[in-house]
Each structure stands twice: as C-alpha cells, then as structure tokens.
C-alpha cells in the first residue's frame, strides 16, 4: 500500500478511535437524544445559522467515516429543523458524506479488490459501466438497505463519482423525507424501529423493486415490439440452427449435440472454414516446409557439409493439399455427424427471427428454430487501389492454386498474414518485396518485437519497405508495377505477382441480416452484447463475423458462450470473457502475446513493471543455435501479477501457455518462479524472467541484516 494511502487509512481511523474514546456513541443513544432535545432546540432558536452549519458538518463526518447514527441524525434534523431545513440539511450533507465515503472506499480498497477479485468481478464491472446510475437509484429508494454499505461497495466498481452523488442525492431523497418527517413527531416516537412500520418497508421495497421492475417490462415491450412483424411457429423444428461449418460453428454444433439438442450445421462452401482450408492449416504446412529449407542452407553451422536441397514448388504447394486432407475428417460432414449434427451444405438465409431458410442441391426447405447462431466468418480485404483489378490479385485464400513460384512476389501489408507468407515465399526462393503504410511491420506489438522480426527477414533478403503507401497499380509494356508513395516521393515497384494481405472484412451480407435490420458495427462486424446476442435476443454471433479477435482460438472460445446462452440463456446466462486472448504470428522468430504489451500499457496509462530475459543467454537456445529473441512480462508496480507477456524466439506461440494459464487462473510470476522446468528447454526461459523479476525486487535491507548474520556466525 502506497504511503497516501496508508496516510488517508491511518486518519480515517484515528477520526473513528477518536469518536469512540471521546464517548461518542452515548450522544447517537434515541434515550440520550429525546432527553437533550430541548437543550438542543433551544440552542438552534439562539444560534440558527451556527447550529445549522455544525449539525450539516457533523453529519457530513459521521456519513464519510461510515460511522452508526446517520439515521438518528436525520431524525435530529426534522426534530430541530422542521421538514422542509431538514431535509434539505439532511438531503445534501449525506450525499456529500457518502460521496466522500466512496472515495475513500476506492482510494483504499478499489485497486486491491479489482486485482484480487477482477476476474469474478468482470461481469458486475460490466454491468456498474453500462448501467451502474440506474441500480444505484434502485438500491437508494430501499432504505432497509444500510446506505453506508451501498457506499462503500459502490467505491469498488468503475462508477464515477459525479453519477454516485447525483444518483445519490436524488435516490436518498424519499427515505429522506419519511425519516425527517417522523423526526417532527420525535416525542412520539418510542424508538427509531418505529418508524418503519413492516407496511411501510413493504412500500419502500415496491418502491424500490419498481423500477427493476419496470425495466423489465420496457425490455419485454421493446422485445414484443422487436418481434411484432414477425409470426413465431407454433411448433419449432430445431433448438439450434448454425450457420457456417468453420471453427466457431463447428464448437457451437458440437456443444449443441453433445447436451442433446437438435442442432442443424449449413455450410455453403467447405466444412472447415477458412482456417481448414486457406488459412491456419494451408500456411503452417507452407511455413514448415521453407523453415525446412531455410535449416537445410544453414547446415554448415551445425557442421554438416554439401547439404542442399532443391525447391520443387509444385510439390510443396501440393503437400499443403495433402496436409488438409490429412486434417479435414476431424471437421468433416461425416464426423459431426456422427456426433448427432444434421450437417447440410447449401445457402443459409435469415427469413426470420425463428426460421432458416437453406437452399441446397436438393432444392429448398425452412427449418424453424428455437435460436441462430451466426458464424459466417470473414474473407480477405482488397482495398480499392485504382489498378488493382487490372491484374491477378491473391490473397490468403487462392494463393493455395500457384503451382510455378513467382519470381518477384510484391505483398501489401506487414500484419501476421503478410509477415507469414512473405517469409515462406522468400525462403522458397522468391524475391520478396513487403510494403507497409505504417512505420514498422507487426504494428500491433512492441517496436523492438517488430524491429526483431524485421531484421531477420532482411537478413534473409526481404526487401521490407515501411511508410510506404499504395497508389496505384499500372501494366506497362507487359510489365506489373505498384506506385507507392514514401516521404512525399513516388517510388515504382516491379511484381510478377501481387500478394494482397492488409486485413479481413466480416461476411454480414447475403443471409438476412439487412432484412431483420440486425446492425453491423463500425468494424463491420455483427454488433453483439455481452452475451453475443444480436438485435435479436435469440439471434447470437460469434467467431470472426462478431469479432473483436480474429483468431480460429477465441472463435472456439466465443462459440461455447454462444451456444450455451443460446439453449439455456432462460435460465442463466454468460457473458464472454476476454481476459486472457492469446495470439502468435509464426514467422521465425516466432512471436507470441497474452494480455498487455508494454505500448498497449503506456497508452492506456495502464501502471507497470517490466522484466525481460534474452533468450540468447538461455543454454537450450544456444545449443540448438536459435538464441535470438526474449520473454517480456508486465506485471503489477511492486506485485508479481501478470498484466501481459510477450514471447519472441524458436517455438513462442507454444512457450506463452505457460503465461495464458497463469493470467487465467490468477497465478504470479512466483509460481512460475516457483515451478520445476527440466533442463535443458526453452521453456526455461518462463523461468528466468520470472527470476529477473523476483530479482529486482529482493528484499534489500532483509539481505543486509542477513549478510550481518552470515558475518558473526563466522566468528
């Protein structure tokens, strides 16, 4: 705990001692109060504004520090002040005091509660931003509920300060008034309890309910409105429709069939999607076979002589054909199935909010279903660079049909897609040109992670042009050439082939969505709740066409929130949890991340430490002569909690695990510290930049008493 912190806990707690020990808690007796009501009473007829002034002071106080007696106090108030001063004594000074209450609340205790508690607190954060003003209204018109309570939680959530007073100052004002009033007639009254009658405290809870209450209605009008146009079938064929076989429609199928309901899986291209068939599966067979030939060309490091190996493109474009073969009945028609899946390839189309229309081979039918899950995934983003449809443009998805190498491979764009393919193509023996209109390639990690990756591949002779625009492409004299704009200067590029790998767009046209009226975001993905749900409550989306992560992994990991609130959201629903996302770009080096970078974290003002160790002084890395890269983890200021890593070197993408389970299951870097790595690996290293930390905070002056210690046990 910070010195200020530690500064304001230790005043809060001196004022309360302080008020015990000067016996303040016989003045806040309802004896002691009826006994010295008359002194009092006449004191105010004396002293008004004086009297006035202490008396909103003190309840100020006693509100802050949460101490018992804010509701004698009010009682006080209608007593001495009448109804109309008191409560407006009443009403502003325990809204200021509670205010101050919540500041000190989350001064103290917010960052520690949110670090220790954040990841069972996401869903009530979530809630507290999007609707905290409205619950805090709620809980306020209840005054069975202890306000200092509702102060001092509130001050743990992510609800500014500004919506806690004004909210407060309007919600108290009801049980305000009950209490001021009933402080009027305080000689008949024979205790505080008896000011809430249980009729009266029923009145306050309906009161209080009324507008969960109420919202609830609105949601179910806007709901029956929403649906109004639509006719819902008296019997529904399916619980489940999905549409799209890639991966976050084949996990939503398979939860749907594994808890036995009837689930239908359409599919109008190939089962797999993208990440089968032109994506993850077609580039890690291409990258592995010219990672081979790369370590064939380096055979002399190792001490092997005349180790060549000569490039057969066909054949290798053709093993990537043979390694999806390999891979496709794990997602195929046959296998889900088998599984209880009624797969059917054909053109899903949305007619409804219940019903699927398919055309398929053979001919047209409607199911109608319980709920839809979206899944459409995404294709390749072709910009409209004038030219461009002059010429053969590949992408990610018909670069798999080259059979003839190209001689001089242009690739736009210095994202993991573009970085993966240029490398792969250049070790194959293309002459690679990679432009990119940011300043670095990689732009989403760290510079030196993008400076590592650039390095090798101009070691490995790719020529890697950055701050370059594309303008225009033109055929001249048979020849193909990019017109890139760099510092103001345009520069002409030479291609036989043009590579175009600046993104992916989510599919969100052809299947209904503009006819249900169900809206796109600004990222042209599927707009989504918390929970995945589309406009449309029963309609949900998950996997690139929701986004916000483009990854075959966290499609997976959309697909099982959206298949389990899609059958028993009636009953309980989740919301998708994006702690921990984990990617990896599989250039070599590798680079793999979870959680925060170190710009991420300067840009956010996230507060940080962070600790590296290079992997060129890790034993395994250097026997295997691939020491080159580092582990980067960022923790918590003067914690071991673990706000990111990054991974850069031989086999990142699987050495970052250890950091993904960690961040998941709320482990710090002393655990890692903690646990046996067999040597000689390169998973080590996870082990040494948790030293590096634990390192930098060694208990100096502990070691130096222990130091002493060693001395005079030596005699």
């Known amino acids: 705990m910070s010195r200020g912190r530690l500064l304001v806990l230790a005043l809060v707690a001196l004022a309360v001692v302080a008020f015990f020990a000067a016996g303040g808690a016989r003045y806040f007796t309802f004896e002691n109060v009826k006994a010295q009501q008359a002194a009092i009473e006449s004191r105010y007829f004396a002293h008004p504004w004086q009297t006035a002034l202490g008396f909103f002071a003190f309840y100020v106080a006693v509100a802050a520090l949460s101490l018992p007696g804010a509701t004698l106090l009010t009682l006080i108030a209608g007593a001495i002040f009448g109804l109309p001063w008191g409560t407006l004594i009443v009403s502003f000074a325990s809204s200021i005091g509670a205010t101050l209450a919540f500041l000190i609340s989350r001064f103290l205790l917010r960052d520690w509660v949110q670090r220790r508690f954040g990841k069972a607190l996401q869903g009530v954060n979530a809630g507290i931003e999007k609707e905290g003003a409205f619950y805090l209204f709620t ?14 939680a509130m001050g743990l959530t992510p609800l500014r300060a500004r919506t806690f007073y004004w909210v407060s100052q309007f919600g108290m004002l009801a049980g305000t008034l009950v209490y001021v009033n009933a402080g009027t007639q305080l000689a008949k009254i024979a205790a ?4 809430l009658s249980w009729q009266l405290i029923g009145a306050f809870l309906l009161l209080g309910f009324f507008p969960l209450i109420a919202k609830k209605t609105v949601d179910g009008v806007k709901a029956r409105r929403l649906y109004a146009r639509w006719k819902r079938p008296a019997k ?10 890639g991966s976050a429609g084949l996990v939503a199928a398979y939860i749907a069939a594994a808890v036995r309901a009837k689930v239908t899986l359409v599919e109008k291209h190939r089962m797999g999607g993208d ?22 060309r380096k055979a002399d490091e190792f001490g092997l002589r005349n180790a060549t190996a000569e490039v057969d493109f066909a054949g290798v474009m053709e093993r990537v054909q043979r390694v999806i073969k390999a891979v496709a009945p794990h997602d195929s028609a046959a296998r889900y199935t088998a599984l209880g899946v009624e797969c059917i390839q054909g053109e899903a189309r949305i007619s409804s909010p219940w019903t699927v229309e398919i055309s398929a081979a053979s001919g047209t039918r409607t199911l109608s279903t319980r709920a839809i899950v979206i899944a459409a995934g995404a294709r390749p983003f072709v910009p409209p660079i004038p030219g461009m449809d002059a010429i053969r443009v590949l992408t990610s998805d018909n670069v798999w049909e080259l059979r003839e190498l190209p001689r ?29 209109m940011l300043p670095r390639i990689l732009p989403r990690e760290d510079p030196e992670v993008s400076a590592m990756v650039e390095g090798s591949f101009r070691e490995e002779g790719i020529d890697v042009l950055v701050n370059n625009k594309a303008k225009q492409v033109i055929v001249e004299d048979g020849r193909k050439l990019l017109i890139a704009e760099h510092a103001g200067v345009d520069t002409r590029i030479e291609f036989d082939e043009l590579l175009c790998a600046v993104g992916r767009v989510a599919n969100t046209a052809g299947y209904g969505l503009e006819e249900l009226g169900i809206p796109v975001s600004r990222a042209r993905t599927v707009e989504t709740n918390e929970w995945l749900q589309t406009l449309y409550p029963n309609i949900y989306a998950c996997g690139d066409v929701a986004g916000p992560y483009q990854f075959t992994h966290t499609a997976s990991h959309q697909a099982w929130y959206a298949a389990v609130n899609a059958l028993f959201g009636s009953f309980r629903k989740f919301r998708a949890d994006y702690s921990a ?39 395994r890395a250097i026997a295997d002569g691939v020491a080159r890269g580092m582990v980067k983890v960022l923790t918590v200021p003067g914690k071991d909690r ?31 510290l903690g646990t046996i790595h067999i040597y000689p690996t390169l998973a080590e290293a996870n082990k040494y930049a948790a030293g590096v930390w634990r390192k930098a905070h060694a208990p100096e002056a502990l070691l130096r008493q222990v130091e002493r210690l060693h001395a005079w046990m030596r005699g």
């Open 581 to 619: 996302i984990p990617w990896a770009t599989f250039t070599d080096p590798e680079v793999a991340r979870v959680g925060l970078n170190e710009s991420e974290a300067k840009e956010q003002n996230v507060p940080h430490e962070v600790s590296v160790f290079g992997i060129d002084e890790l034993d």
């Open 408 to 436: 001089r491979l242009l690739v736009l764009g210095g994202g993991p897609v573009g970085c993966e393919l240029a490398q792969a193509f250049a070790r194959l023996g293309a002459a690679v040109t990679q432009v990119e």
């Open 192 to 195: 505080p309890a008896d000011v």
């Open 275 to 296: 990440c089968l068939n032109t994506g993850c599966v077609p580039s890690k067979a291409l990258i592995k076979s010219a990672r081979v030939l790369s370590q064939i």
């Open 139 to 152: 809980l306020r018109l209840i005054p069975v509920i202890p306000f200092f309570v509702i102060n001092l």
């Open 642 to 672: 673990i706000l990111g890593a990054t991974l850069v070197g031989e086999h990142a993408g699987d050495l970052i695990v250890e950091f993904i389970a960690a961040m998941q299951h709320g482990l710090g870097l002393n655990k890692i």
């Open 236 to 245: 529904l064929d399916r619980n489940l429709v999905v549409i799209g076989a």
